[in-house]
């Protein structure tokens, strides 16, 4: 486990009241969860965001801002903004969207304590006028949120409606193809009602739909980790590990079932596969391969 700074946010800290170990073996891509984050963390948290400005955050926003807006006259729509024109939006009822803040601290904390790349974890603002919200929807993310300000009731599926989805969807809108096969075989869930105040932390799932609604302008950070599948660290790690032996570089000969004898007989497929298999089988190539993953540039 990573050691932290005394300024560092703690994200074991943060889920003391069920523990480390209770959070991945209940919850952890399972089903939602909400709890209140201790005030000393909490504090930490608003220290590490800063000042809750909308210039500042689109002047910071990696990948840019966005306006939300929808209602009984415009349906779901994402509109790119920035300084000039973000506040105009918001005074007429869009929800601004502040896309990967740069907070390492915050994300390098969370990436770390689930033993996830770093640079898929990213810290996102949300600015939400009284009366707004988001329609129901999933994402392909796994979402930490923690409301910074004001108080919004989210209205959460327990359990995702799609395991691991490949992509998000609003539902009613034109359904990915990735999902089509999923969302047609899944029951509907049972929702609840999340209300978020100060310091209260929601975990949501991929795949788990949920909408929001707020009667208050609420500021929000969303910690958002796009996941890495085990069949990327597999492929990736094991690229790694290899790509440095001339046996696996060595040119597919004798592979093809209708090719010549002697060239099936220059095949080392067979004495690759035992090597593949003894590497697997030692944990400590495993953990290796793992961290080649992890530390890979595009993580």
């Known amino acids: 486990m990573p050691e932290h700074s005394a300024g560092c ?25 909400t709890l209140s984050i201790a005030k000393q963390e909490f504090e930490r948290i608003l220290q590490e965001v800063g000042p ?4 500042r955050f689109c002047g910071l926003a990696r ?19 920035d300084e000039s024109n973000a506040e105009r939006f918001f005074q007429v009822g869009a929800t601004l969207y502040f896309i990967n803040v740069p907070l390492e ?69 034109t359904v990915p193809p990735s999902l089509v096969p999923l969302i047609s075989l899944t029951p509907e869930a049972k929702s609840h009602s999340v209300l978020m105040h100060p310091g209260s932390l929601l975990y949501v799932p991929r795949g788990a739909v949920h909408q929001t609604a707020t009667g208050t302008l609420s500021w929000s950070l969303n910690l958002s980790y796009s996941p890495s599948m085990w069949l990327d660290l597999l492929l990736v790690g094991l690229r790694l590990r ?41 944990p400590h190539q495993v953990a290796d391969i793992a961290k080649q993953f992890l530390e890979t540039p595009d993580g």
């Not at 946010?9 to 969860?33: C, H, N, V």
């Not at 032996?245 to 004898?261: F, I, K, L, Q, Y």
Request: proline fraction near 7%; charged fraction near 20%.
């Open 105 to 173: 601290p915050l994300t390098n904390a969370l990436a770390d304590f689930l033993g996830a790349p770093r640079k898929k974890v990213i810290a996102s603002l949300f600015l939400t006028p009284a009366g707004g919200g988001a329609v129901p929807h999933f994402d392909k993310n796994e979402n930490f949120t923690i409301q910074l300000t004001g108080a919004k009731e989210w209205i959460v599926d327990e359990v995702p409606s799609v395991a691991s989805p490949a992509d998000g969807y609003v539902l009613g809108q």
């Open 242 to 282: 290899l790509s440095s032996s001339p046996r696996w570089r060595e040119t597919v000969t004798g592979a093809g079932r209708g090719c010549n004898p002697h060239a099936a007989d220059a095949s080392i497929l067979p004495a690759l596969i035992r090597e593949l298999l003894t590497v697997l089988d030692d």
């Open 63 to 81: 990948e840019g801002a966005r306006a939300w807006l929808s209602n009984d006259f415009v349906a779901h729509s994402v509109i790119p903004v």
């Open 9 to 33: 946010p703690d994200f074991e800290a943060m889920l003391a009241t069920i523990g480390a170990q209770s959070f991945f073996e209940r919850y952890w891509q399972k089903r939602s969860l």
């Open 52 to 55: 809750l400005d909308v210039r």
